[in-house]
Structure formats: structure tokens, C-alpha cells
């Protein structure tokens, strides 16, 4: 497993790749740079990168080792997305307590905040829960992902009415999770909008999936 520590050892290092960066050049070497692919829409979610190639290591990077380096770079094409959509709040897509305790942290969150401090939109962490602890999605068909997240989710009555809300997730395949919790929201928070947003998309799926807009 990649170090966490590496950046804080290391700082001068591409947060993809790990090669020698020397100060005051661009944080990701060319290489990952042009590797580096964005993807604006899956079924009609917006998106920011592709998951896949220098896309899916940055994530990997942030979501599993706590690489604040690899946050910093994802964070911009994030940001240049959200400043397109006309939204007021932020709400990330919460992880169960008991996934939150197995990986330490809780990524969506940690970005959603990030988002915020940037945008100076506030963030919204108490409106949506997860009610329970779904068995991952991976390998499961689109038909079977909807059943495994259907109910999953509890919004707190009437917290986003009248407002434009964005549903922030880290990575969308079929768009079962997403879809659940802004289904919930839409029944429950009561926002004049909810629109989800996803970091990174698996381009795979793009004949795939589920419409959520």
C-alpha cells in the first residue's frame, strides 16, 4: 500500500506518480498531465474526470491513502464544474458509520468540505443518512445495485426547502446510489432542486446506467 506519509516526506513528488517534481512546476509530471482525461456527463450526471488512467489514481490516492496532494489537484476541475451549476448548498453522499470506521475517514466528506471552503457554499452533512449498511456494489448488475441501496438513505424533513442542492458523490458507475439518495431528498428535505455531481465517472458505463436529471 502507497504510503500516506509520502507527501509530507517527500513533497516535491507528482501526486499520481510519485516521479521528482521540481518547485514551482505544475503538480502532475506531463505524463499523468496528459493522461489525465475529463468527462463532463455520465447518463446525464455531470462529472468532472474520468476514473480512469491518471483520473483513477488521483482518487485512489485521496480516498484510500489520504493523499492531500492528490485532493489538491482533483479539487480544480471539481470546482470549474460546480461554478457551471446553479446550486446553494452542498450535500455529500454519506458512507455508513460502520464503512466510515472501517477505512478511518470518510472521503466524500472530506471532499465535500474542501468544496466548500473553496466555493464558500455551505455544506449541508447532517441533511442525508445512511439507515443501513449496504454490501458493496461492485460486480452486482444495474437491476441488483438499485435493490441494494433502495431505502438505504433517511433525509431530515423539510432542511433544504426552497434551495438548489448539490448531491456530491466520489465516484458514479451505474448511478443506483446517487439516484436512491436524491430520491430521498426530493421526498423528504423538500430542496427545489437536487443535482447530482460526481468527481469521477467510469467511462465504460456510458451506455449504461441510470438518467438521475
Known sequence: MRSSLLELLAPSVCPACDSP????????CDLCRSQL?????????????????????LVQRFKFDGRRDALCVLLEPLIERVAELRVDSIVPLP???????ELGRDPVYELARALTKRTRLPLESGV???????????????????????????ARPGTLE??????????????????????????????????????AGTPALLSGGLALL
Open 128 to 154: 442525508l443518512r445512511r439507515t443501513r449498511a449496504t454490501p458493496p456494489q461492485t460486480g452486482l448488475s444495474p437491476r441488483a445495485r438499485r435493490t441494494n441501496v433502495a431505502g438505504s438513505f433517511a
Open 162 to 199: 426552497g434551495r438548489r442542492a448539490l448531491l456530491l458523490d466520489d465516484v458514479i458507475t451505474t448511478g443506483a446510489t446517487l439516484a436512491a439518495a436524491a430520491s430521498e431528498l426530493r421526498r423528504m428535505a423538500k430542496p427545489h432542486t437536487v443535482l447530482p455531481l460526481a468527481l
Open 21 to 28: 517534481r521540481r518547485p514551482g512546476t505544475p503538480r502532475l
Open 95 to 101: 458512507r455508513h458509520p460502520e464503512r466510515v470506521r
Open 37 to 57: 482525461v475529463p468527462l463532463r456527463l455520465l447518463r446525464g450526471v455531470p462529472t468532472a474526470l474520468a476514473y480512469e488512467g491518471t483520473g483513477a489514481e
